[in-house]
C-alpha cells in the first residue's frame, strides 16, 4: 500500500459531535488524505467538537502527529472540544496536552455534560 491507501477514514456526525476513526498509518504519505476529508469537513463546516479515534491506528510518525495537533487545536480555540480516544499510548509522542478517552462514548458522556 502507498500514499492514500495506507489510510481509511470513516466520519460520523451523531449529536453536534464528529466521530473521525482512523485505520492504519497517520504520516507524511497520508496526511493530505486526512487534511481533504477530515480537515476540510472541520473547517468549512466550522466542527467544533471532534473524536479522533486512533484505536486501529498502526504507526504514526512526526507529520501525521502535528496534523492531528492542528486539528485539535483548531476545534479548541473555536470553543469546541476535541478528544483523542487511545487506550493506550503506543507511538512515542506526548500526547498530555491532548483531551484523552479511553473510548468515544466517554468522549460523548463529557461534550454533552
Known amino acids: ?21 482512523l485505520f492504519g498509518e497517520v504520516s507524511r504519505k497520508t496526511r493530505k488524505k486526512l487534511n481533504d476529508e477530515a480537515g476540510a469537513l472541520i473547517k468549512k463546516a466550522g466542527i467544533l467538537n471532534v473524536v479522533f479515534n486512533l484505536e486501529n491506528v498502526s504507526f504514526m510518525d512526526e507529520s501525521g502527529f502535528k496534523t492531528l495537533v492542528k486539528y485539535y487545536n483548531l476545534c479548541n480555540k473555536n470553543n469546541g472540544i476535541s478528544f483523542i480516544c487511545l487506550s493506550k499510548n503506543r507511538f512515542n509522542f506526548d500526547f498530555t496536552s491532548f483531551n484523552m478517552v479511553p473510548d468515544e462514548l466517554s468522549a460523548h458522556y463529557l461534550i454533552n455534560v
Do not use: A
Open 1 to 21: 500500500m502507498v500514499g492514500d491507501d495506507m489510510l481509511e477514514i470513516d466520519m460520523t456526525s451523531k449529536y453536534g459531535i464528529l466521530f473521525v476513526r
